[in-house]
């Protein structure tokens, strides 16, 4: 017998209900897999499932991308839950060592304060509040949201554990020698003063100038002249018929910016000879393609810039001067010398900055910390990390969705150049390397790796540890099994690892994903997750980027959540979203899912108050009619299900939306009143009334069941009105068509 229908008499009101919920959720402690086995929810021998956080950056609040990835996740981990399986769900954040530092030393520099004012240890103590303050908002904001995360397991990028991790990984790799210290070519930010990676380039397409300068019998063009001081080295394809009579090594004097120079000639299949001229001065220090190529042939490299983007004495009266101040009078000087052959004034330049603080990279070359991607590694079949980061894909071990960037991480990874892991940073795990000099002149130099340090006292005995962080990504790709236990052999490395999938944005598949695959294989020798769900971006309704720039047309998840409730924006944010593609999210969308829950409310109230009465019996039997209906559901279940278990949920909560509110709500419900109502109706051989209560109630609970991930807390306050079974309704079982086939 069913009741608590009088509970349904209001409209609902996700601001009394959902933090109610999410405290009755938590406080069951269903969240922690370890617990659904004690309360025999969950078998011990049950099949696992895991997926870990997308760490957020502790550098503020979360916003629509975080939602989305929430939701998507939490759609997944209940899903699990609901089969029996073992569902882990880890949460954590990112201490995002550039962002973050970068967010205080702005919110330090509004009172006159400079990071070096303070000294590291009282600047890292400013940070750590500051970080701390930024977690406790994500994780409220988090449980705001609904989502069942372990938090029993909660991590953090820079914390101890994590710590001992990232050490004992630097220490593995540098031992076998993929680690080295070495002066290369690297990303330099003169405005963040430190080294970034590839991936956190930001190109940005600007009109600039494009010159072209005679250099002795040859023209070549040049967008940077200021870079052109030491340039000695002509470059140009061996096949171009126009230099056929040139040779490689071939020398020739030239008048340059300060006067006659000797050039020498270099023939290399580099060149375009369909750009300008077919012909190309070299300047290997300020150029990651020159760098290459003087590489190739043993050409010296001179440096022009200094790290503060500052012309060096080799530019004579220029030196001291900025690059942007001095270009034009570089040019100038070219012009009277008679050197400067034309000026477009329309070229479109690609400009790398740097993502977090804007400034224009200038290529260097620096004694930095890198890994190779090349070298192979005994220990894992003579395979170098290249190889073994496309191997799994390539053999379908991982499978990313949607497929087609397969191919795109295919063609970053062979074109994958060595990875410089230090950052000139405060904030960060700290290279585990000490230094100390071991001879009088300090010309000689011992260097010790150690996940420890080298002693105990080893400060007073003359070591002094590397100054360098590392880049956030290293710490970040031993996240699948970090948080699990590693380096430590733990009952969870063991159960849960590799994960079931990693769910994140499809921008950070090369920053994150490739690194963890890389990590992961090398460390462990096995993949880190079996399947990679993209989702895409979250954009206006007029398809612009969602950002608080927008001003009023932004959506803030939590303002929606306070004026909407969860689960409307959670069916907004999944219903048209597949992966990989981006999602148009307007109000409108959110209110139309806003009537949906009350829509399951009121739905609910008129099944509960038709069944007060009514025991369900499984000798009950559906008239045709009924019977019918209940074979349809059978084969939504069916197909959702199966839907479920691809990874297509937008096309399941699309389908339980509209069999609920066109289906069971306009056909059944409206339906089953005539035969509630007809007494003479309910003569015929028992069926009828009976008939209809029980296909009500069978098919109420059943789609209570299968919306529950997707709509967790009207679904879970309706489940707690029925009352009918002391089980919270995100451990029930995930619905089959066989138990509703009476």
Not at 220 to 228: C, F, L, Q, S, V
Not at 431 to 460: F, H, M
Request: net charge negative.
């Amino acid at each position: 017998m069913n009741t608590g229908h009088e509970k349904l008499q209001k409209p609902y009101n996700p601001k009394e209900t959902e933090d109610r919920i999410y405290k009755l959720w938590e406080d069951s402690g269903f969240f922690n897999p370890d617990v659904c086995i004690e309360k025999g929810n969950t078998s011990p021998d049950a099949e696992s499932f895991s997926i870990v956080l997308p760490p957020p950056n502790v550098t503020g609040n979360l916003h629509t991308g975080h939602a989305l990835m929430l939701i998507v996740q939490d759609i997944m981990v209940r899903h699990a839950r609901m089969q029996g399986k073992k569902a882990l769900w880890i949460p954590g954040t990112d201490h995002a060592a550039i962002a973050t530092q970068s967010k205080v030393e702005k919110l330090l520099e509004k009172d006159g304060i400079k990071k070096n004012d303070l000294g590291r240890e009282e600047f890292l103590n400013r940070v750590n509040k500051f970080a701390q303050d930024s977690h406790d908002t994500i994780v409220n904001q988090a449980k705001k949201m609904g989502a069942t995360l372990d938090w029993s397991r909660e991590a953090f990028t820079l914390d101890e554990k994590r710590n001992l991790a990232v050490r004992t990984a630097f220490k593995q790799m540098y031992d076998d020698g993929l680690i080295y210290r070495g002066h290369r070519i690297v990303n330099w930010d003169p405005k963040g003063q430190t080294v970034i990676s590839d991936d956190e380039l930001v190109y940005e397409e600007k009109k600039g100038k494009f010159y072209t300068f005679k250099y002795g019998p040859f023209e070549i063009g040049t967008a940077r002249p200021e870079t052109k001081f030491g340039d000695k080295y002509v470059v140009m394809h061996p096949e171009d018929k126009r230099y056929a009579n040139w040779k490689h090594g071939d020398k020739l004097t030239v008048e340059w910016i300060n006067g006659p120079i000797e050039a020498t000639v270099v023939k290399d299949e580099m060149i375009d000879m369909e750009f300008g001229t077919g012909v190309m001065t070299i300047t290997p220090w300020h150029s990651h393609e020159d760098f290459a190529l003087a590489e190739k042939y043993k050409i010296p490299k001179e440096q022009i810039i200094d790290k503060y983007g500052k012309l060096l004495p080799i530019a004579e009266e220029f030196a001291g001067m900025k690059i942007t101040e001095a270009r034009e009078k570089i040019v100038e000087k070219l012009q009277i010398k008679g050197l400067l052959v034309s000026i477009d004034e329309n070229y479109i330049n690609r400009v790398a900055t740097a993502e977090r603080t804007s400034g224009i990279i200038e290529p260097q070359i620096m004694l930095q910390w890198f890994i190779d991607v090349n070298k192979k590694i005994p220990s894992r079949n003579d395979k170098s990390l290249k190889e073994l980061m496309l191997e799994p894909v390539r053999d379908g071990k991982i499978k990313i969705m949607p497929e087609h960037f397969e191919r795109v991480y295919y063609n970053w990874i062979e074109n994958l150049r060595d990875w410089c892991i230090s950052r000139q940073i405060w904030y960060g795990h700290r290279i585990p390397v000490w230094y100390r000099s071991t001879s009088l002149t300090a010309s000689k130099e011992e260097i010790y790796c150690g996940i420890e340090a080298p002693t105990k006292d080893w400060q007073s005995e003359g070591w002094t540890q590397d100054e360098d962080t590392l880049d956030t990504w290293f710490s970040s790709g031993l996240w699948t099994f970090s948080t699990l236990g590693w380096p430590n052999k733990t009952k969870d490395l063991e159960t849960y690892h590799p994960t079931t999938v990693l769910e994140t944005g499809h921008d950070i598949l090369f920053f994150w994903i490739a690194r963890m695959i890389l990590m992961s294989q090398y460390l462990l020798g096995e993949i880190p997750f079996k399947n990679v769900y993209l989702h895409g971006m979250v954009r206006t309704a007029d398809g612009k980027k969602m950002s608080k720039s927008l001003g009023e047309k932004a959506i803030d998840p939590l303002d929606i959540i306070e004026k909407y409730g969860n689960d409307a924006l959670r069916m907004a944010m999944i219903i048209g979203n597949t992966p990989g593609n981006d999602l148009k999210l307007n109000e409108n969308d959110i209110r139309g899912y806003a009537k949906f829950s009350n829509k399951i409310w009121n739905a609910s109230r008129f099944v509960l108050e038709q069944t007060t009465d009514f025991e369900m019996n499984d000798a009950i039997i559906l008239d045709d009619e009924d019977a019918l209906s209940q074979k349809e559901l059978d084969s939504l279940l069916n197909e959702i299900s199966k839907e479920m278990s691809e990874y297509k949920f937008s096309l399941v909560a699309e389908k339980l939306y509209h069999y609920f509110w066109h289906t069971f709500a306009d056909i059944i419900i409206e339906r089953s009143k005539n035969k509630i109502l007809d007494k003479d109706f309910n003569k015929i051989e028992g069926l009828g009334a009976l008939s209809a209560k029980k296909l009500l109630y069978s098919q109420l609970t059943t789609l209570l069941k299968a919306l529950h991930p997707f709509m967790p807390f009207v679904t879970e306050e309706i489940w707690n009105i029925i009352g009918n079974n002391k089980k919270l309704l995100m451990v029930e079982r995930w619905p089959s068509p066989s138990e509703y086939k009476k």
